[in-house]
Antibody, heavy 123, light 108 residues
Framework: QVQLVESGGGVVQPGGSLRLSCAAS????????MHWVRQGPGKGLEWVAF????????HYADSVKGRFTISRDNSKNTLYLQINSLRLEDTAVYYC????????????????WGQGTLVTVSS | EIVMTQSPATLSVSPGERVTFSCRAS??????LAWYQQKRGQAPRLLIY???TRATGIPARFSGSGSGTEFTLTISSLQSEDFAVYYC??????????FGQGTKLEIK
């Protein structure tokens, strides 16, 4: 069974930075695109960022563009999200999610999710 | 950006009954529509993709239909473990991919 384990969340002041990690196992990590999706307290799901299987293509939500950077290390089976210039509205549980397929038609189907890591932005 | 609208916000249904969730897109998403289930304190789980294809391990009581702008998710006979929040998501036009605001399924 696919396993995704996020880490790196915490409490940070506005304007601060964090790096989230997602350790992947039990599938061929280097063959699949990966995403970050977040959920604010008591709110719905918001897609944040995508990275292609080889890291050659990255997409971002407008709300995070220029502040967040998605990356991956296929040798370590790990996905990252560097979060800078944090705002109060970035407070959320951040999930990593696996793309259903290596083909672009399936990039944005999220077939497996981690349990999430909580980022709290507070002064 | 495509806006996804789910209705109603909350459904109160008894175990064993049939329930239908609705999802509408602000423009056509063809059949590029997925449904997810999220139980309290858990990550979302993929139920349906391609508007009507069940994901691996999803029971047959879950079914999806629709295309274009109107979609439904049906649970034929509610089990106790089905009470959760359900989200639709379009992946026809990205980025961004967008979710509906969710429908909470409560025990009546």
């Amino acid at each position: 069974q696919v396993q995704l384990v996020e880490s790196g969340g915490g409490v940070v002041q506005p304007g601060g930075s964090l790096r989230l990690s997602c350790a992947a196992s039990r599938f061929t990590f280097s063959s699949y695109g990966m995403h970050w999706v977040r959920q604010g307290p008591g709110k719905g799901l918001e897609w944040v960022a995508f990275i292609r299987f080889d890291g050659s293509d990255k997409h971002y939500a407008d709300s995070v563009k220029g502040r967040f950077t998605i990356s991956r290390d296929n040798s370590k089976n790990t996905l990252y999200l560097q979060i800078n210039s944090l705002r109060l509205e970035d407070t959320a549980v951040y999930y990593c999610a696996k793309s259903y397929s290596g083909y672009s038609s399936g990039w944005y189907i999220f077939d497996y999710w981690g349990q999430g890591t909580l980022v709290t932005v507070s002064s | 950006e495509i806006v996804m609208t789910q209705s109603p916000a909350t459904l109160s249904v008894s175990p064993g009954e049939r329930v239908t969730f609705s999802c509408r897109a602000s423009q056509s998403v063809n059949s590029n529509l997925a449904w997810y289930q999220q139980k309290r304190g858990q990550a979302p789980r993929l139920l349906i993709y391609g508007a009507s294809t069940r994901a691996t391990g999803i029971p047959a009581r879950f079914s999806g239909s629709g295309s274009g702008t109107e979609f439904t998710l049906t649970i034929s006979s509610l089990q106790s473990e089905d009470f959760a929040v359900y989200y639709c998501q379009q992946y026809d036009d990205w980025p961004p991919s967008t979710f509906g605001q969710g429908t909470k399924l409560e025990i009546k």
